[in-house]
């Protein structure tokens, strides 16, 4: 598996995202999702990370910078006929990473908050997310919830 910076003309690409956005509308109820479609992916806020195999894209995960100390994740996806391989725990590792060299100080998320949620949270939290405080134009309530990442923080194994 190879994970890589993707583009957004990258027809595989815009079809993972097309199709994120429309899963993530259909399983939450109206007004609270916030999937970003491509021109929301768009811009130079944004960075997205895939994962390959081979040539075929089986994962996507995205960047937005919020300021100059935090940053969000977004858009984090594998296609269902590729789960289990590693590849969103790749994406999720790439994507602090990138933070970490950018010197952010705090990675947030928004998510979910019933069943279908609970494989990216229990993701999130194994990588040291908290449940916390809204941030950017988010609310948590009955339907999502918001997590942060410390980036300064000792990592595991230091």
Not at 41 to 51: D, F, H, K, Q, R
Not at 56 to 66: D, E, N, Y
Not at 83 to 97: D, F, M, P, Q, S
Not at 103 to 128: C, D, K, M, N, Q
Request: with cysteine.
């Amino acid at each position: 598996m190879e994970i890589r910076e993707a583009s957004l003309d990258d027809e595989e690409v815009r079809a993972l995202i097309a199709f994120h956005q429309q899963d993530m509308e259909e399983m939450s109820p109206p007004g609270t999702s916030y999937a970003l479609d491509l021109s929301g992916l768009s811009g130079p806020e944004i960075t997205v990370l895939g994962a390959w195999e081979g040539d075929t894209l089986i994962a996507i995960g995205a960047l937005k910078r919020l300021d100059e100390q935090s940053a969000e994740l977004k858009s984090m996806r594998t296609l269902p006929t590729h789960l289990g391989k590693g590849a969103a725990r790749a994406i999720l590792e790439g994507l602090i990473a990138l933070s970490r060299n950018e010197g952010f100080l705090r990675l947030s998320l928004e998510t979910g908050t019933s069943v279908e949620f609970l494989p990216a949270i229990t993701l999130y939290e194994r990588h040291g997310f908290a449940r916390g405080e809204a941030f950017a134009d988010y609310a948590n309530g009955s339907h999502n919830q918001c997590y942060h990442l410390d980036l300064q923080a000792p990592r595991e194994g230091s």
